[in-house]
T-cell receptor, first 114, second 113 residues
Framework: AQSVTQPDIHITVSEGASLELRCNYS??????LFWYVQSPGQGLQLLLK??????LVQGIKGFEAEFKRSQSSFNLRKPSVHWSDAAEYFC????????????FGGGTRVLVKP | EAGVTQSPTHLIKTRGQQVTLRCSPI?????VYWYQQALGLGLQFLLW???????NRGNFPPRFSGRQFPNYSSELNVNALELEDSALYLC????????????FGPGTRLLVL
């Protein structure tokens, strides 16, 4: 069965500092990989996705993620965090089959210090 | 372009009651998914509807059900509400032929007392 682990429940980062959120997945083959962000009281917004090809994926809001097959990881990074990046971030995997469910990690809550 | 919309935004019910949540997908999207985000349980897949049919179901009891209408909007029904049904219910939609990418609505927050 597929699973996603986000080892860090909370991360506190200073505004302007870099951010890296970890995501490890377990799946029999290379899945589709996603990062979503959820601001307080809001739904999920898709930040970026990886299907195939270049392992470094660029997303919205200055985020990028790198797929590392050997480590079964898909870590999210941002070089310089803004206060508006304070939110909860979810990594998700989906099988390469139409319409199948997404399996989410437990989420990482990011706090941004001024 | 309007995103996924859900109604109501919040509601409060008591144990044993029934509730209906509504979702309108992005225009042109034919698949609708429902997820439950409960405290301590994370985001869990509930149901997937496509072209009016239930295509997949998560590990939830039969009192969670739904349907999809010809205009691709969807309802989620929960019967015999239990306290642990308190959660944020998220609806997502995807484009025909691009069902790997799901776009989420703002959710309906349900509180069961």
């Amino acid at each position: 069965a597929q699973s996603v682990t986000q080892p860090d429940i909370h991360i506190t980062v200073s505004e302007g500092a870099s951010l890296e959120l970890r995501c490890n997945y377990s799946y029999g083959a290379t899945p589709y990989l996603f990062w979503y962000v959820q601001s307080p009281g809001q739904g999920l917004q898709l930040l970026l996705k990886y299907f195939s090809g270049d392992t470094l994926v660029q997303g919205i809001k200055g985020f990028e993620a790198e797929f590392k097959r050997s480590q079964s990881s898909f870590n999210l990074r941002k070089p310089s965090v803004h206060w508006s990046d304070a939110a909860e971030y979810f990594c998700a995997v989906g099988p390469k089959a139409a319409g199948n469910k997404l399996t989410f990690g437990g989420g990482t809550r990011v706090l941004v210090k001024p | 372009e309007a995103g996924v919309t859900q109604s109501p935004t919040h509601l409060i019910k008591t144990r044993g009651q029934q509730v209906t949540l509504r979702c309108s997908p992005i225009s042109g999207h034919t698949s609708v998914y429902w997820y439950q985000q409960a405290l301590g349980l994370g985001l869990q897949f509930l149901l997937w509807y496509d072209e009016g049919e239930e295509r997949n179901r998560g590990n939830f009891p039969p009192r969670f059900s739904g349907r999809q209408f010809p205009n691709y909007s969807s309802e989620l029904n929960v019967n015999a509400l239990e306290l642990e049904d308190s959660a944020l219910y998220l609806c997502a939609s995807s484009l025909e032929g691009r069902q790997e990418t799901q776009y989420f609505g703002p959710g309906t927050r349900l509180l069961v007392l």
